[in-house]
């Protein structure tokens, strides 16, 4: 029997909360805030355009009014790196790793599927690395 590599698929948030560009970044940290959320897809009809993050709007200065009122569009960084949900887990995080980011949209076909996180990386290393014993039910 062979066992089947982890992938991407295996530990992805399907169908994540998202967010369009025309929204404000007030919207936007709100929504992160009221849900745990520290990253938003921004899709435009149907499309992933880009990502905004907590650490987007922090470092813009999350209690600066003129902030809040700009466009998602104006604030998030455009066509984000992503992954297909069939590659293994190692390559989301050596990708992540290499340049630096906090998470991959996940795409199949032109569809946003997923988004991993790296508390997801992490997660999925703490199951691999636990006895099966003592692991958390999944």
């Given at each position: 029997m062979q066992i089947r590599a982890t992938q991407v698929r295996d530990i992805m948030t399907?169908?994540?909360?998202v967010?369009?560009?025309?929204?404000t970044v007030r919207e936007a940290w709100a929504t992160m805030k009221e849900n745990g959320f520290?990253?938003?897809?921004?899709?435009d009809a149907g499309r992933l355009v880009g990502v905004i993050s907590i650490t987007d709007i922090g470092?813009?200065?999350?209690?600066?009014p003129a902030i809040l009122e700009r466009t998602v569009a104006q604030s998030m960084t455009p066509n984000?790196?992503?992954?297909?949900p069939d590659e293994p887990i190692e390559s989301a995080?050596?990708?992540?790793?290499?340049?630096k980011i906090n998470c991959l949209p996940?795409?199949?076909?032109?569809?946003?599927?997923?988004?991993v996180t790296t508390?997801?990386?992490?997660?999925?290393?703490?199951?691999?690395?636990?006895?099966r014993s003592t692991r958390p039910p999944e």
């Open positions: 399907p169908d994540p909360r967010i369009e560009p025309g929204a520290r990253h938003l897809p921004v899709v470092r813009l200065g999350a209690t600066v984000p790196m992503t992954m297909s995080a050596a990708q992540m790793g290499l340049h996940i795409i199949e076909g032109d569809k946003l599927v997923g988004i508390y997801d990386l992490l997660d999925a290393l703490v199951r691999r690395l636990m006895p």
